[in-house]
C-alpha cells in the first residue's frame, strides 16, 4: 500500500461537476489499496470574484512566464497547504489532478515522484475558445502557445500521466517519447440502474449537464435553434444540472436544476442526448448515461477519446439535419428500447481498472525509491 497526497482544485465530496464525478470514481479505484489524502480548496468553484480573477490572471500573464491558467488556479491559501502538508508527514507519491494544478509540482518535496491527472488538454479548450472571441485572438493565441508548451512540459516532470480520454493520451505519446501512461475513463461505483422502457405519450429526451460551462451552454443553443423547432412529433426535453434552470427554453422543454439524485433522471427520459460540439477531455455525463444503462444519442464530439464508442443502445450523428430526421423517425421508438451493450457500459465500470492503476501507481513509486537511491549514491 502506498500513501499518496493528492492535490487537486476540486473537492471530491462537494464538487458538483464532471471533475468532480472523475475524481469520486478515481479515489474509489485508489482507495482500495492505497491511502490518500486529498488536499482542494476551501470553497468550490467558481468561488467569489470569479470572472474578476479570470481577467487579473490573463493580464498577469502577459509579464509573466506562466499561462493564464495557472495563475488562476494558484490560489495563495492552497498553496500554503498544499507545501505544509506535503512537508508534514512521508509521503510515497503524489497525485496532481488536473492540468490547471501543475504549478503545485514545485510545491512538493523534489525527490517526492508525481503523477499527473489529465482531465483534459487546456490548450485545446483555448483553441476552441478562440472562435467565439474574435476580438481576442491575439491575447488568446499567445495563451494557446504558453499553454500547450506549460502542459507538455509538465508531462516531463511528472513520472507518470492518467488520461481520461484516449485521443489526448495518443497525442502527448507523440510530444513526449517514453511518456508513461495509463486510460483510465470516468469510473462509477454504483450499481447500474435497471430500466423499463415507457413510450406511452410524447417522446421523453434527456440533456444532464454542468451548465456552468460554457460548450455545454454552446450545445443547448444548437439544440435550441436548429433541432427542436423542426422536430414535427409530440417530445418533453427534460434538462437536468447545474444552472440548467437558468438557460433559455421553450414550451417543451422542463428545467429541473441540480438533481442530487440521477435515478431521478433515468425514470423521467427515454433517450439521454449529448449534443456536445466542443469541448476537450471526455464527456462524464454521456459515461453515465451509458454506465447506467440508459439509450444515448450524441454527437461524435461527445464520445471522443472512449475505448468503446459504438455499440447497441448509443447512435452517433453530427449535422442538425441528421439530429431533426432522426428524432422525426421511427428510429428514435427504437433507441428508446434498446440497452446499451454490455462493452458500452462496463467500460466505465471501477472493477476494469483498479488493478491497472494499482501496478501503475506501484511502478511510479518504485521508479522514485530507486531515483532517490541512485541520489545518494552520487
Not at 478515481?26 to 468561488?47: D, I, K, M, S, Y
Not at 512521508?90 to 491527472?117: H, Y
Not at 492518467?162 to 495509463?182: N, Y
Request: aromatic share 8%.
Amino acid at each position: 500500500m502506498a500513501k499518496l497526497l493528492m492535490a487537486s482544485l476540486v473537492d471530491p465530496t462537494t464538487h458538483p461537476g464532471g471533475a468532480g464525478t472523475y475524481t469520486r470514481g478515481l479515489l474509489a479505484a485508489l482507495e482500495t489499496r492505497h491511502a490518500v489524502q486529498v488536499v482542494a480548496p476551501r470553497h468550490p468553484p467558481p468561488g467569489p470574484w470569479y470572472r474578476s480573477r479570470q481577467l487579473v490572471a490573463l493580464a498577469r500573464s502577459c509579464l509573466s512566464p506562466l499561462p493564464a491558467l495557472p495563475l488562476f488556479t494558484r490560489q495563495p491559501e492552497l498553496t500554503r497547504r498544499i507545501r505544509a502538508i506535503a512537508r508534514s508527514q512521508p509521503f510515497d507519491a503524489a497525485v496532481i489532478n488536473g492540468g490547471d494544478m501543475l504549478w503545485a509540482i514545485t510545491e512538493l518535496p523534489p525527490e517526492m515522484p508525481t503523477v499527473l491527472i489529465a482531465h483534459n488538454l487546456e490548450h485545446q479548450v483555448l483553441t476552441q475558445k478562440l472562435a467565439n472571441y474574435p476580438f481576442l485572438s491575439h491575447v488568446l493565441k499567445r495563451e494557446i502557445s504558453k499553454q500547450r508548451q506549460y502542459e507538455i512540459e509538465g508531462f516531463r516532470r511528472s513520472r507518470g500521466v492518467i488520461f481520461l480520454s484516449s485521443t489526448e493520451m495518443a497525442w502527448s505519446c507523440d510530444q513526449v517519447p517514453g511518456l508513461r501512461t495509463l486510460h483510465i475513463p470516468p469510473l462509477f461505483t454504483n450499481p447500474p440502474v435497471i430500466r423499463q422502457p415507457q413510450l406511452n405519450g410524447p417522446l421523453r429526451l434527456g440533456f444532464l449537464a454542468d451548465f456552468a460551462w460554457w460548450p455545454n451552454r454552446q450545445s443547448w443553443k444548437w439544440v435550441m435553434e436548429n433541432i427542436l423547432p423542426k422536430v414535427r412529433r409530440p417530445i418533453t426535453v427534460h434538462v437536468f444540472g447545474r444552472q440548467s434552470d437558468q438557460i433559455p427554453t421553450c414550451d417543451s422543454v422542463i428545467s429541473h436544476g441540480f438533481v442530487k439524485d440521477l435515478r431521478e433522471v433515468w425514470e423521467q427520459v427515454d433517450i439521454m442526448i449529448c449534443p456536445i460540439r466542443e469541448g476537450a477531455g471526455v464527456n462524464i455525463k454521456l459515461a453515465e448515461s451509458l454506465y447506467n444503462r440508459m439509450p444515448v444519442l450524441a454527437t461524435n464530439q461527445a464520445v471522443r477519446g472512449l475505448t468503446c464508442s459504438s455499440g447497441s443502445g448509443l447512435v452517433t450523428i453530427d449535422s442538425a439535419e441528421e439530429w431533426v430526421t432522426f428524432l422525426n423517425s421511427s428510429e428514435a421508438e427504437r433507441l428508446a428500447t434498446q440497452v446499451p451493450s454490455e462493452a458500452l457500459s462496463q467500460q466505465f465500470a471501477v472493477d476494469q481498472y483498479r488493478e491497472k492503476l494499482n501496478n501503475f501507481i506501484l511502478e511510479v513509486v518504485v521508479d522514485g525509491l530507486s531515483n532517490q537511491d541512485q541520489s545518494a549514491k552520487l
